[in-house]
């Protein structure tokens, strides 16, 4: 069973940047698909990004397709979400999230997730 801990949020600045990572342990990270998923008060969970497994795929939502990168370090077991140009529509709590069998956008489909950490932006 695999275990996510998110950290990096924080405030960032509009315009500036803010990197994510999410480290995993249990079972071989190298075996599972990850994604970043947001939540913002009020709203349902949205995804944000992909990767598969060796990273040389990666998958985004249109609001954040050329501004943010999802990377992995599958030697570390951490994958990250590297996030520029801050927008006010980009304030939530980020989570990451594993599954074991192809890549999505439906959170539903994923099958561990982490605590999530805060992420706010600043005008």
Same mark, same amino acid.
């Given at each position: #069973? ?5 950290? $990096? =949020? $924080?405030?960032? #600045?509009?315009? =500036?940047?803010? !990197? ?11 075996? %599972?698909?990850?994604?970043?998923? +947001? ?5 349902? !969970? ?6 598969? +497994?060796? $990273? @040389?795929?990666?998958? %985004?939502? !249109?609001?954040?397709? =050329? +501004? ?25 709590? %980020? %989570?990451?999230?594993?599954?074991? +069998? ?6 539903? !489909?994923?099958?561990?997730? @982490? ?9």
């Amino acid at each position: #069973q695999a275990q996510l801990v998110e950290s $990096g =949020g $924080g405030w960032g #600045q509009a315009g =500036g940047s803010l !990197r994510l990572s999410c480290a995993v342990s249990g079972p071989t990270f190298s075996n %599972y698909f990850m994604a970043w998923f +947001r939540q913002a008060p009020g709203k349902d !969970r949205e995804f944000v990004a992909a990767i598969n +497994r060796s $990273g @040389g795929s990666t998958y %985004y939502s !249109r609001s954040v397709k =050329g +501004r943010f990168t999802i990377s992995r370090d599958n030697a570390k077991d951490t994958v990250y979400l590297q996030m520029n140009s801050l927008e006010p529509e980009d304030p939530a709590v %980020y %989570y990451c999230a594993a599954k074991a +069998r192809g890549v999505s956008d439906a959170y539903d !489909r994923y099958d561990y997730w @982490g605590q999530g950490t805060q992420v706010t932006v600043s005008s």
